[in-house]
């Protein structure tokens, strides 16, 4: 029984159109707001920062007065430079203020009048500071001098605290409006979240009730697209093992060493078969048995280091051998009869090369039942490119011993020649020459 449609349907595009307007809106009122928050913010510690510096100004003016005035009266030698930092401390206090306060002109304008104010009882405060002059002074001039000291002091500190009120009023105001532009935010955003939340709920219950009718139909396709999803998979590791072959056929030319080649080789079929495990095994010129060349990953299933032809279906067959649990054939004799045979696979492949035995790759791993096993067709091909490349190196080899070897009287030159230019020639003559 079909489901009939819903009757929402119509206003689904109108409610989405909606519910993302009033999110863009949110969102942009939100940074808009993070931006008003930071100017607000640089427009609170500008305040502050005038402030302390009003502060700092004063308290300079202050310990320059102080300094002055005990340098006077005791005649104490350590007041006197104490006295002149102050002074140059609240100078330059004073210009720093004139230019923090250069964003309001009427601020800046006391500033300015503060700074030469200061500047003004500075220098008036020198005269205290005079050594010649400090006896010398009589007692009415001193108190004239304290009279206009009083008066600087005076203009000083009212031009200080009408500076204090005036920042202290701008920082209240900023508070206030900061404050009303947060709730003002707050409010928007909160309202535009929770109609958008709303439309987007009711859309979600049209979408509900529309997956019912859909259900039936995913049901059938899901085995599918899971077939489809595992032959994607199977594509790409199959595409990366040929990359991965490719680079190993490059590399391998490149060679200069049995042992460079069986390093490649192994690092390379570890990438190609994860947590795989095996060995390489290489004839000995007497072609009787079988000696283990290299070895990688936590075996799996044991070999032994040496083993004879007769013990290896791959190599009695000439072709690979490959087992899988119970399936496959039977072991090779060289494989260790007590490891078990389910979940286990193992793979023998000859070494060949011009109709030539070379050695053995014997690769082995752990499986799953029901899981296609892959891996096989790549070590294969795998092993057929390390048996040419075997071969190569043992023929360049050759020539080399034979390059750098003296020939024998009895040699000919036809014989040196096919010696040193022919395979066969060379595999036969691998030692001294006997020509004739």
Do not use: K
């Amino acid at each position: 029984m079909s489901v009939p449609p819903s009757r929402t349907r119509r206003l689904r595009i109108p409610a989405v159109a909606i519910a993302l307007v009033l999110l863009l809106g949110a969102g942009i009122a939100a940074v808009m707001g993070v931006r008003s928050f930071q100017a607000a913010g640089n427009s609170l510690e500008h305040s502050y920062r005038v402030i302390n510096l009003i502060e700092a100004t004063d308290a300079a003016v202050r310990a320059a007065e102080a300094n002055a005035r005990g340098f006077r009266n005791t005649s104490v030698a350590e007041y006197r430079p104490q006295a002149f930092a102050a002074m140059a401390r609240a100078d330059r206090l004073g210009d720093q203020l004139v230019e923090l306060t250069a964003d309001n002109p009427q601020q800046q304008a006391r500033a300015r009048t503060l700074a030469g104010a200061i500047a003004s009882h500075m220098a008036a405060m020198q005269v205290l500071l005079d050594v010649e002059s400090l006896d010398a002074t009589d007692a009415d001039v001193r108190r004239r001098d304290a009279g206009v000291n009083l008066r600087r002091v005076a203009e000083l500190t009212a031009l200080s605290q009408e500076m204090h009120a005036v920042e202290q009023m701008l920082l209240q105001q900023r508070r206030e409006r900061s404050e009303r532009e947060a709730t003002t935010l707050v409010l928007f955003i909160v309202l535009a979240m929770t109609i958008a939340l709303i439309l987007l709920g009711m859309l979600l219950v049209g979408l509900a009730r529309e997956n019912r009718r859909s259900r039936q139909l995913e049901r059938e396709a899901r085995h599918a697209v899971s077939e489809l999803q595992h032959a994607l998979v199977l594509r790409d590791t199959l595409a990366e093992q040929r990359r991965t072959q490719s680079v190993y056929a490059g590399l391998l030319q490149s060679c200069q060493s049995r042992e460079e080649l069986m390093s490649l080789t192994m690092r390379t079929v570890q990438d190609l078969v994860p947590g795989s495990s095996g060995r390489c095994y290489l004839s000995r010129t007497s072609q009787n048995f079988l000696e283990s060349a290299a070895s990688f990953g936590n075996q799996v299933i044991s070999s032994g280091d040496v083993i004879m032809h007769e013990q290896c279906w791959a190599l009695r067959r000439g072709q690979p051998h490959y087992t899988r649990g119970r399936s496959g054939g039977l072991r090779c004799e060289h494989i260790d009869p007590d490891t078990p045979v389910e979940g286990v696979s193992s793979l023998c492949v000859p070494l060949v090369a011009q109709g030539a035995s070379l050695g053995l790759l014997h690769v082995s791993g752990r499986t799953s039942d029901g899981v296609e096993d892959n891996d096989a067709p790549i070590i294969i091909a795998i092993a057929e490119q390390m048996g040419m490349a075997i071969a190569n190196l043992q023929l360049r080899e050759t020539l080399r011993l034979q390059s750098i070897a003296t020939p024998s009287p009895a040699c000919s030159t036809a014989a040196i020649w096919r010696r040193t230019w022919s395979a066969r020639c060379c595999a036969a003559n691998a030692g001294a020459c006997r020509c004739r």
